[in-house]
């Protein structure tokens, strides 16, 4: 019995030109520079929700979004979490329209929902933004959240590990 690798899409999302939101970005630029498994494809997606929803009709078995997720910490908290796509079905299909020069992560899931996607299991790792100091936006990211890039390229890491050891022991049984 042949063992296959799942597919795995590891998206950076973010706004190079707002501070902490290009932490998506650069995460997935770092991670291209290191050796990952063949079946594991690691994209920037930055504010091309377009893409990254065509990306995510692809059937991709797992999906690792990285982006800036503010939730109340302080900058440079890394989260680990497994939203729930139920969710998906209550958002408004009006309010679907994905913007061409912003990226609203759970937007593109919906309208890929809509599109009549599947997902099979995704992961956000988030990192706590600092607040943005103006709304011109800046280019390089806070001191706390350069110091999490590293380490969410290894949790990234680990997870890839994870899932494909996981794959693995399943295909064996």
Known sequence: MEITKPRILVAG??????????????????????QLPADVSVVDFGIRGFDLA?????????????D??????AP????????????L???NTESLVVETHGMNPMKVLAMVKSMGGVFRRILLIGCEPAPLESEEGKMG???????AVEE??????????????????????
């Not at 065509?54 to 990285?66: K, M, N």
């Not at 990211?141 to 110091?147: G, L």
């Open 13 to 34: 999302i973010g706004n190079i030109f707002l501070g902490d939101d290009a932490f998506g970005s650069e995460v997935a630029r770092r991670l291209q520079q290191r």
């Open 141 to 147: 990211m806070s001191e706390p959240v350069q110091h």
């Open 76 to 87: 440079g908290t890394l989260y680990t979490i497994e939203p729930d796509v139920s969710e």
């Open 89 to 91: 079905d209550e958002l």
């Open 54 to 66: 065509y990306a995510l009709l692809d059937g991709h078995e797992v999906t690792i979004l990285v």
């Open 152 to 173: 969410a390229v290894r949790i990234v890491e680990s997870l890839l590990e994870k899932i494909l050891a996981e794959h693995r022991s399943e295909a064996t049984v």
């Open 68 to 73: 800036a997720a503010p939730r109340g910490e």
